[in-house]
């Protein structure tokens, strides 16, 4: 059993996400009283939501892989990623009476594969810490220190001691995370405009290709600038979706061409050979199929990118490793699994507390760090709401 130092100090934490529950719950741990603000009628959306295709909690690597996943921020983000790491991770779930498991690819799921019965536990145990949840308190920012919020009943002001923001990126807003918070910080903190991230591609598919929405490219490589994959893409009426795009979405937003290599087992001297035998009558695509194990998904994409083929078998080779995808940019930013961007981390303090507000920390998506998908967006969100919360618990009880 833990003791706590009954403080009697106020700590607001806006932003009902992973980020800002975990916050809470540290803030709790340290004897504060804690309010935790979201304009939403429900806590967790984006959460909730992250669980329907299998909530990918982290990911089970080597500590240097998984930090060079934060490219740009793995420095500030070192100490707190190594403070929650992989296995606390799957610890704090399993502390919550959720099994975990690892992929094969070391992606860590709960075995439920949802979010909500880890979500449903984790209210459970803020609420008998007495943390208590106002829901559509929508902040809208500070009158001088005091924290000004729209709720139900009109205007409301509080002050607490220390408050921990945490309202996510700027994607999937009909969850909550609109991006609106940027208005207010984006005056006087150093800030990173939003951007997608692991987006999908927008396509201009022509008819040939309505055949094969719902379909998916498997066992293909992708490209695009410093950027690689290996997986699959699902093709839809928008253009391109799911993990292995994701991963490449960066180098497309940063202007590199997306390169698909339909065969990524094999070299264009072995596929040049292959093509080098007599093909009869046999059509190209019939021949490509049979010859070359292609299937009817990728000879489409490949025609539709690259008709007409070339005559020369080389050539063709060349095509099937390095497929140039002529697309029409990323989807929507509302419709990225994250976004880039945020709050800078020149802006914060080692103790992600901002430096022009003493008192105002800040964690999760809010922040200008960003990483593939598999795992790492929860556990950086989980594992910075954890140092904002501990260090903001600390600032707390030593004003
Ligand atoms: C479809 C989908 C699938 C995903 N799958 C995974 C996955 O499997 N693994 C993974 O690691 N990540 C996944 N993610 C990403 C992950 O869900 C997010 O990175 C994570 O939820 C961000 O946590 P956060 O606490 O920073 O912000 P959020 O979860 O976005 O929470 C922010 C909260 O702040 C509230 N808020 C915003 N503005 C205000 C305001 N002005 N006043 C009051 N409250 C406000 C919002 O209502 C919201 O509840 C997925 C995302 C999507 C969209």
Known sequence: MTTKTQTHKHAVVIGAGPAGLMAAEMLSNAGMSVTVCDHKPSVG???????????????????????NAFTDAKGPLAPI???LDGDAVQEWAKGLG????????????????????????WLVRLSEAGVQ??????????????????????????????????MGGASWARLG?????????????????????NAGIAMDWSSHMEAHFGTALKGIALKSGPYRSRGEALISRQGFEGGGIYSVSRGVREGHPLMLDLLPDQTVDALAKKLDQPRGKMSMANF?????????????????????????????????????????GLRPMDQAISTAGGVKFDAV??????????????????????????????????????WAGQHAAAWAQKA
Not at 177 to 197: H, I, N, Q, Y
């Open 133 to 166: 949840v106002n829901t559509r308190w929508r902040w809208t920012g500070w009158d001088d220190t005091k924290l000004v919020f729209e709720t139900p009943d009109g205007t409301q002001v509080l002050q607490p001691d220390v408050t921990v923001l945490a």
């Open 349 to 386: 303090d080692e103790t992600l507390m901002l430096r022009n507000r003493p008192g105002v920390f800040v964690a999760g998506e809010m922040l200008d760090w960003e990483a593939p998908t598999g795992g790492y967006l929860i556990s950086a969100c989980l594992a910075t709401g954890r």
């Open 45 to 67: 959306r984006k959460f909730l939501m992250a669980g329907k295709s299998g909530l990918n909690l982290t990911k089970v690597e080597p500590a240097g892989v998984f930090l």
């Open 288 to 328: 490509m199929r049979k010859a070359l194990k292609l299937d009817p998904v990728k000879i489409a994409v490949l025609q539709e990118m690259a008709r007409p083929l070339p005559n020369d078998n080389k050539a063709l080779a060349k095509l099937l490793k390095a497929l140039p995808i002529k697309h029409a």
């Open 98 to 121: 959720q099994e975990v498991f690892t992929g094969s690819t070391g992606r860590v799921f709960p075995t439920a594969m949802k979010a909500s019965p880890l979500l449903r536990a």
């Open 177 to 197: 995370s609109t991006g609106e918070w940027a208005k207010v910080l984006a005056a006087d903190t150093p800030f990173a405009p939003f951007a997608p991230a």
């Open 81 to 83: 990623i190594s403070a």
